[in-house]
């Protein structure tokens, strides 16, 4: 099994960046394809960025896409999400998941999440 940690969230004006990183400890990470998801008040979980285990395939949602870069680390068992010009649409709790096998834009077919951390972007 993987334990996921997220962190590097926080507060950012509009048109700013954040990184977030994600620490994974457990067994074989290397297997495993990570995602990154969001939810914003009042709305569902949304697919964010996948990258499969061994970082050469990344996908992105529509509204992220050429703005937010998703990497990973095997060796430091991290995953990241740059994010750049950043607007107050990319507000919500950002979580960092694992799953066995191919990566999957569908949350629910992911087996492990962390706790979330909280990304504000202001006007």
């Known amino acids: 099994q993987v334990q996921l940690v997220e962190s590097g969230g926080g507060l950012v004006q509009a048109g700013g960046s954040l990184r977030l990183s994600c620490a994974a400890s457990g067994r074989t990470f290397a297997d495993y394809a990570m995602g990154w998801f969001r939810q914003a008040p009042g709305k569902g979980r949304e697919f964010v960025a996948t990258?499969?285990?061994?970082?050469?395939?990344?996908n992105y949602g529509n509204s992220v896409k050429g703005r937010f870069t998703i990497s990973r680390d095997n060796a430091k068992n991290a995953v990241y999400l740059q994010m750049n010009i950043m607007n107050p649409e990319d507000t919500g709790v950002y979580y960092c998941?694992?799953?066995?096998?191919?990566?999957?834009?569908?949350?629910?077919?992911?087996?492990?999440w962390g706790q979330g951390t909280q990304v504000t972007v202001s006007s």
């Open positions: 998941a694992a799953k066995e096998g191919t990566s999957s834009f569908r949350a629910t077919l992911y087996d492990y």
């Open positions: 990258i499969n285990w061994s970082g050469r395939s990344t």
